[in-house]
C-alpha cells in the first residue's frame, strides 16, 4: 500500500500546476485522499479532499475556487489541479488516502489523524 505525490516544481505567480498521487495496493474510487501542504516552519494544512466513490469534494475556504481536485480511477490517481499560484503556495505538498474509511464514518476530511496513509510529498516553489 503506497501513494506516490509528483508534480512539483518551480511555478511563477498566476502559473497553473497540476499534481498527481497515484496509489499502488489499493483503488483510489474506494477510499477519500486529501491534499494538504506544509510551508516551512509551519503545520501542515489541508487544502482539500474526493470522497470514496462520487460522495464529493470538499475544500479548505483558502483555495476553494482556486483549487481543484479530482480523481481518475482507471490511472488510479487523484489529481490536485493548482490555478492562479500565489508565492504563498509554495510549501510541500502530501496527498493522503483514509484506509478506514474514517472520513466516511465521521465526515470530517480535514483533520490530518483522519489519515492513514501518507504520500512522501513534492515541493511547489512559486517564485518571480
Known amino acids: 500500500v503506497q501513494l506516490q505525490a509528483s508534480g512539483g516544481g518551480l511555478a511563477q505567480p498566476g502559473d497553473r500546476l497540476t499534481l498527481s498521487c497515484t496509489a499502488s495496493?489499493?483503488?483510489?474510487?474506494?477510499?477519500?485522499i486529501a491534499w494538504f501542504r506544509q510551508a516551512p516552519g509551519k503545520e501542515r494544512w489541508w487544502l482539500a479532499s474526493?470522497?470514496?466513490?462520487?460522495?464529493?469534494?470538499y475544500y479548505s475556504n483558502s483555495v476553494r475556487g482556486r483549487f481543484s481536485i479530482s480523481r481518475d480511477s482507471a490511472k488510479n490517481t487523484v489529481y490536485l489541479q493548482m490555478n492562479s499560484l500565489k508565492p504563498e503556495d509554495t510549501a510541500v505538498y502530501f496527498c493522503?488516502?483514509?484506509?478506514?474509511?474514517?472520513?466516511?464514518?465521521?465526515?470530517?476530511?480535514?483533520?490530518?489523524?483522519?489519515?492513514?496513509?501518507w504520500g512522501q510529498g513534492t515541493l511547489v516553489t512559486v517564485s518571480s
Open positions: 493522503a488516502a483514509d484506509l478506514t474509511l474514517l472520513t466516511y464514518s465521521t465526515g470530517n476530511y480535514y483533520q490530518p489523524g483522519q489519515y492513514n496513509t
Open positions: 495496493g489499493f483503488s483510489v474510487r474506494n477510499y477519500a
Open positions: 474526493i470522497a470514496r466513490d462520487s460522495l464529493g469534494e
